[in-house]
């Protein structure tokens, strides 16, 4: 058990999801950390269910470094020629990365840097809206007592080794399970608000999906 008292530490922000990816309850995620249930969710519901990748830049995305000799090279007049041959870059690198940032006169390598990180961060569609054979599976898994990284290992290792777009990661499931469980609660908290009755939500895993 976390038994640093105060703020909501890296500590605590670890067990959460050391505990969320169990497969516990709020509530008991709340005691273990010694913080309110109401402090879990606001923070489970924030991140959409799911912890947040670690931001990695690619070997071949511009550096902050890179972007402010570009900054630097504009407001000297180079061209973007000049400018792929300083930083040993592709013209066509140069000239999207300034194209898609206001252009040479607007182009400012601090906000080029920020919108590549949203891009980064940005998340993606979930296969299962868009693949219903794969979501029907992953339903029967779980209608018995599967855990998701269950599915994804059986998906990945056994049913489909050779069909990638039959593969789908646990935390993709984790938080399809979050979003639709939250879709549902605040369904059926508008429909008993409508009915003027003060009934919790509480979503039975056979509605989900």
């Known amino acids: 058990m976390v038994s640093i008292h105060g703020a909501m ?75 792929s ?23 400012r390598a601090y906000l080029a840097e920020q919108l590549a990180l949203k891009k980064v961060k940005r998340p993606k569609s979930f296969i299962l809206q868009s693949n219903s054979l794969l979501k029907q599976m992953v339903i029967d898994k779980l209608s018995c007592c599967w855990s998701p990284e269950q599915i994804a290992g059986w998906l990945k290792f056994i049913q489909f080794p050779h069909n990638p777009s039959m593969h789908v990661s646990y935390e993709t499931i984790y938080k399809s399970l979050y ?7 605040a369904s059926k908290a508008k429909k008993t608000s409508s009915q003027k009755k003060n009934v919790s939500p509480r979503p039975q895993s056979s509605q989900l999906w």
């Open 9 to 83: 530490t890296d500590e605590r922000k670890k067990r959460i999801w050391f505990l969320w990816k169990q497969g516990k309850p709020m509530a008991f995620i709340a005691k273990d950390i010694m913080k309110p249930p109401a402090t879990v969710y606001s923070f489970l519901e924030y991140h959409g269910g799911i912890e947040p990748d670690i931001r990695r830049r690619k070997a071949t995305d511009l550096t902050l470094q890179e972007r402010e000799c570009i900054s630097r090279a504009l407001a000297a007049g180079l061209s973007l020629r000049a400018i």
């Open 85 to 107: 041959r300083q930083l040993n870059r592709s013209p066509s690198t140069i000239s999207r990365e300034v194209s898609r940032n206001g252009g040479a006169h607007k182009y």
């Open 179 to 185: 979003l639709l469980k939250k879709k549902h609660s």
